[in-house]
């Protein structure tokens, strides 16, 4: 079997993978990116979440950012990138739309600048321990299995994988959140926005009154921001947390329901088309690792700002579960809370670190924390660690850098 080695061994190549490579690659340590699929962006991409949520604080005075370092510097070339704007929302809050291709071109541009060697089409399959540390990936790559001894490894996985791969504690899962699916479409009337909306809105109460579509319909909705002459987004919400391989196939099913009825409901309507469907589900809740600190709601709720805070969450705790929308607690106007360095160091082994989806957090908090604009920032914040870590033998030694940078720079 093939051998490879590595200072840092990155594990997705999400937002929060991303952002980790390209922190460790900027401490000068030889980084390994692995990602499942043959694109990076992680959700953003594969589930064509189209808004990056968590850039800003909810204010009444229009969009500022929360955010700074990288999440900020991605932000604003994305942005140029897509061409968008931030796009105001509901109580203040704020998100930015981008273009699915954009993202991934802006996360490719990141990674060659900093030469991040990224693999893709690479998934870790088993994990080798060594005491409290983690000494092996078994990883099966597109030109066959091979094993790689990193010194140290950020998990961005969203899945806890390496974690669980290695038998170290999971966090309790309770109230997870309910998926979602998203599709663009094409043969939109020209119309605002909010004028769609309840085109869309009316069609499809109409067509559950009659019998003619599902109630799961009523729960399709417009992503916000994302039209562009006829065509936009739309998001379709899930019941809950079931069987992911079934309802990926009622979920693509629905959507071709939803658009043929919609073509023969309203004659604004006719030319409507599937124009793309996103690759897979789009997934808020996962298996989260146990770290030396746990984020709870609580925390986010009092917009908690420790010592140790090394990444800045923006965004409210958004739960969703079998409702039709989203249950929505909010912190103060122009305010953010921050994610505890402990909370991305692994409690089981000295050489793990985590980010992303699936850091130390309890659902509720994750229901917060799990916006791409707060991936970013718990992201770059591991990387700093684990580059902490390694060349200064501890990864406290990197809290200060890693606030400097993204807290009080």
């Not at 979440?49 to 604003?76: D, I, M």
């Not at 791409?372 to 870590?389: E, F, N, Q, S, V």
Request: proline share 5%; aromatic share 6%; glycine share 12%.
């Amino acid at each position: 079997m093939k051998q490879a080695g590595c200072d840092v061994a990155v594990v997705g190549a999400g937002a929060a993978g991303i952002a980790a490579a390209v922190a460790a690659a900027e401490a000068g340590l030889g980084v390994v990116l692995l990602e499942r699929y043959g694109f990076v962006g992680g959700l953003a991409s594969s589930a064509m979440v189209g808004t990056v949520c968590g850039l800003y604080y909810r204010s009444e005075g229009g969009p500022r950012y929360a955010v700074r370092g990288f999440a900020r510097a991605f932000a604003e070339g994305l942005a140029a990138a897509s061409e968008t704007a931030p796009v105001a929302g509901k109580d203040g809050l704020y998100f930015l739309p981008y273009a699915v291709e954009a993202f991934h071109q802006e996360a490719c541009a990141w990674l060659q600048r900093h030469r991040v060697q990224l693999r893709l089409h690479s998934s870790v399959a088993g994990v080798e321990c060594h005491g409290r540390r983690i000494a092996c990936l078994q990883v099966h790559g597109a030109d066959g299995v091979f094993r790689l001894h990193p010194q140290v490894v950020v998990d961005c996985s969203g899945e806890a994988l390496v974690s669980r791969l290695a038998g170290a504690a999971c966090l309790p899962g309770s109230q997870p959140q309910a998926d979602a699916f998203v599709f663009r479409v094409a043969g939109l009337p020209e119309v605002p926005e909010s004028a769609l909306t309840l085109v869309l809105l009316r069609a499809l109460r109409r067509g559950v009154a009659q019998g003619r579509l599902k109630p799961i319909c009523e729960r399709l909705s417009l992503v916000p921001g994302s039209q562009v002459r006829d065509s936009a987004l739309l998001k379709l919400g899930l019941p809950g947390v079931g069987d992911r391989t079934r309802a990926e196939l009622t979920a693509r099913a629905f959507c071709h329901d939803i658009v043929r009825y919609l073509r023969g409901s309203d004659v604004a309507l006719a030319g409507l088309r599937i124009a793309a469907m996103a690759p897979q589900l789009g997934v808020r809740s996962g298996p989260r690792p146990r770290g030396l600190a746990v984020l709870d709601e609580a925390s986010v709720l009092a917009a908690a700002k420790p010592e140790d805070g090394v990444a800045c969450g923006a965004w409210p705790v958004e739960h969703w579960s079998a409702g039709r929308r989203p249950t929505m607690r909010c912190f103060a106007m122009d305010d953010h809370y921050l994610i505890p360095a402990p909370a991305l160091v692994s409690r089981d082994f000295d050489n793990l670190f985590f980010a992303g989806r699936g850091f130390s957090a309890t659902e509720m908090a994750m229901a917060s924390a799990r916006v791409i604009g707060t991936c970013l920032g718990t992201g770059y914040a591991a990387g700093d660690l684990a580059a902490a870590r390694l060349q200064r033998g501890d990864w406290r030694a990197g809290i200060e850098t890693v606030r400097r940078r993204q807290v009080v720079g």
